[in-house]
C-alpha cells in the first residue's frame, strides 16, 4: 500500500514565524504536490515537484517555498506566516512514466495549520 | 481556461436513493478524469478513472461514472446509496496538453439513515 504521511496532523502558529511542513512517500514516486484545501474551493495547486531538486509554481505560490533535496520527502515552507494561509494543507505523490497508475495521486492524511 | 465544475455544493439524499454528482470541463483536447473521495476524518482516496476506452468506468464500494464527450461532462452515480457513503467528492481532470491535475470544489453528500 502506498504510504504518503506528513509530519503533522494539527499545527498552531503565529503571525510572522516560518513554518515547515513535511511530506514523505514510500512508493518511489517521482511526482509530489502541496495543496491547500479550503471550503468550497476544493484542492488549489501550491508548488509541485517532477524530481529532486526540481520544482515548478502552482495556482498559488504567493507566500509559499519548496524544497526537495530527497526523492522521498517533500518540504512546503511558509517564510512568514500570516492569518490568510490558515488552512488544511494536503500532501500528495505519484507516478511520472506512463501506465496503469500514472496520474493517480496518492494523498496524505493533512495538516490542519492554524496561524493566529 | 481549462477548468471543472461541480454544480452541486451539498446533497442530502435517504438510504437507498439514487446518486448523480455532475462534472464537467471545460474544452481542451484529450482529457484524464478521475472522482476522489474524502470520507470525515480520512485521507482523499481515489474512487475511479477514466484514461481510455469504455466511457463507463467501475470504480470501487459500488459507484460508476460515464465520460460523455460530447457533453464534456464526468458524472458519478451510485443507484443505492448508504449511510457510510456520506463524504465529499470531487472530480478532477488533466488535460494532456498539461502537467497538473485541476480539482472541482467538491460536492458534500450527506445521506440520512
Known amino acids: 500500500d502506498v504510504k504518503v504521511t506528513q509530519s503533522s496532523r494539527y499545527l498552531v502558529k503565529r503571525t510572522g514565524e516560518k513554518v515547515f511542513l513535511e511530506c514523505v512517500q514510500d512508493?518511489?514516486?517521482?511526482?509530489m504536490f502541496w495543496y491547500r484545501q479550503d471550503p468550497g474551493l476544493g484542492l488549489r495547486l501550491i508548488y509541485f515537484?517532477?524530481?529532486?531538486?526540481?520544482?515548478e509554481k502552482g495556482d498559488i505560490p504567493e507566500g509559499y517555498s519548496v524544497s526537495r533535496e530527497k526523492k522521498e520527502r517533500f518540504s512546503l515552507i511558509l517564510e512568514s506566516a500570516s492569518t490568510n494561509q490558515t488552512s488544511m494543507y494536503l500532501c500528495?505523490?505519484?507516478?511520472?512514466?506512463?501506465?496503469?497508475?500514472?496520474?493517480?495521486?496518492?494523498f496524505g492524511p493533512g495538516t490542519r495549520l492554524t496561524v493566529l | 481556461a481549462q477548468s471543472v465544475s461541480q454544480h452541486n455544493h451539498h446533497v442530502i439524499l435517504s438510504e437507498a436513493a439514487s446518486l448523480e454528482l455532475g462534472c464537467n470541463y471545460s474544452?481542451?483536447?484529450?482529457?484524464?478524469l478521475f472522482w476522489y473521495v474524502q470520507y470525515p476524518g480520512q485521507h482523499l482516496q481515489l474512487l475511479l478513472k477514466?484514461?481510455?476506452?469504455?466511457?463507463l468506468v467501475k470504480g470501487i464500494k459500488g459507484f460508476e461514472a460515464e465520460f460523455i464527450k460530447s457533453k464534456f461532462s464526468f458524472n458519478l452515480r451510485k443507484p443505492s446509496v448508504q449511510w457510510s457513503d456520506t463524504a465529499e467528492y470531487f472530480c478532477?481532470?488533466?488535460?494532456?496538453?498539461?502537467?497538473?491535475?485541476?480539482f472541482g470544489s467538491g460536492t458534500r453528500l450527506s445521506i440520512r439513515p
Open positions: 500528495a505523490s505519484s507516478f511520472s512514466s506512463a501506465g496503469k497508475d500514472s496520474d493517480t495521486q496518492y
Open positions: 512508493m518511489d514516486h517521482e511526482n
Open positions: 515537484s517532477y524530481d529532486v531538486k526540481m520544482k
Open positions: 474544452y481542451g483536447g484529450t482529457v484524464n
Open positions: 477514466y484514461f481510455s476506452g469504455d466511457p
Open positions: 478532477a481532470v488533466r488535460y494532456s496538453s498539461a502537467s497538473k491535475i485541476i
